[in-house]
């Protein structure tokens, strides 16, 4: 299994990011895909959780309205839209599977929100 996040950066206040997850190793459209983030000092939070089929959603409150989660099944990519984006969503965003009764994570793409 292999996740490889991309699309972080720094951007300021208010300004939006893309990141993009590309899975391999495993039936992509099988599993439900998740966003975590970890600011230093911090443990890592659930950011957003998208079942198989992209039919149920759930965000962290403090994303709600203002993250995106979506999946292309058919390129085995979850992506996540951040718009809004405050000083206190500056963190390593990292995409999860839970595959074979195993937690996988990517190496993480940093995202700094600053003026």
């Known amino acids: 299994v292999q996740l490889v996040e991309s699309g972080g950066g720094l951007v300021q206040p208010g300004g939006s990011l893309r990141l993009s997850c590309a899975a391999s190793?495993?039936?992509?459209?099988?599993?439900?895909m998740s966003w975590y983030r970890q600011a230093p000092g911090k443990e890592r939070e659930l950011v957003a959780a998208?079942?198989?089929?992209?039919?149920?959603?759930n965000y962290a409150d403090s994303v709600k309205g203002r993250f995106t989660i979506s999946r292309e099944n058919a390129k085995n990519t979850v992506y996540l839209q951040m718009s809004g984006l405050k000083p206190e969503d500056t963190a390593v965003y990292y995409c999860?599977?839970?595959?074979?009764?195993?937690?996988?994570w990517g190496q993480g793409t940093q995202v700094t929100v600053s003026s």
């Open positions: 190793g495993f039936t992509f459209n099988y599993y439900p």
């Open positions: 999860y599977v839970r595959y074979a009764w195993r937690a996988y």
């Open positions: 998208i079942t198989s089929g992209g039919g149920s959603i």
